[in-house]
């Protein structure tokens, strides 16, 4: 058994999670910026690449032509909608970023509790408790 297998996809979880908060404290950060454009990724699709990449075969030699893509690709990345769109252009919605961000960051800190047991569970394992 590998040692990333333990882990499920918490592991590309967090990175895009990560991801996922930097994005909402850029917009966040430029609410105030006219013309700005408010981004955010669609996480299950971004997490759902990521699976696949990870499920894809492995290349053995430098000549082989590699199928894997990045799960924070462009087409992840999308603009959001405003629901009251402003004149200066800005699509920013602070209510609607903010509660993003704090769903975003309990979800983060749900998968640090997921891999926490399971490392903890493990360590039990390996020592014999």
Request: proline share 3%.
């Given at each position: 058994?590998?040692?990333?297998d333990?882990?499920?996809?918490?592991?590309?979880?967090?990175?895009?999670?990560?991801?996922?908060?930097?994005?909402?404290?850029?917009?966040?950060?430029?609410?105030?910026?006219?013309?700005?454009?408010?981004?955010?990724?669609?996480?299950?699709?971004?997490?759902?690449?990521?699976?696949?990449?990870?499920?894809?075969?492995?290349?053995t030699?430098?000549?082989?032509?590699?199928?894997?893509?990045?799960?924070?690709?462009?087409?992840?990345?999308?603009?959001?909608?405003?629901?009251q769109?402003?004149?200066?252009?800005?699509?920013?919605?602070?209510?609607?970023?903010?509660?993003?961000?704090?769903?975003?960051?309990?979800?983060y800190?749900?998968?640090?509790?997921?891999?926490?047991g399971?490392?903890?569970?493990?360590?039990?394992?390996?020592?014999?408790?």
């Amino acid at each position: 058994m590998k040692l990333g297998d333990a882990f499920g996809i918490h592991e590309q979880a967090l990175k895009l999670r990560s991801h996922r908060a930097e994005l909402l404290a850029s917009n966040m950060a430029n609410a105030d910026t006219p013309g700005f454009k408010a981004r955010d990724i669609d996480f299950k699709q971004a997490l759902k690449g990521e699976v696949v990449k990870q499920a894809q075969i492995k290349t053995t030699h430098k000549n082989h032509i590699s199928t894997a893509t990045s799960s924070l690709s462009p087409a992840h990345l999308l603009y959001r909608m405003p629901s009251q769109p402003s004149l200066d252009g800005n699509t920013v919605d602070m209510q609607q970023e903010k509660t993003a961000f704090a769903q975003n960051s309990m979800e983060y800190q749900a998968s640090l509790g997921f891999l926490n047991g399971k490392i903890k569970g493990l360590t039990r394992a390996i020592r014999g408790d």
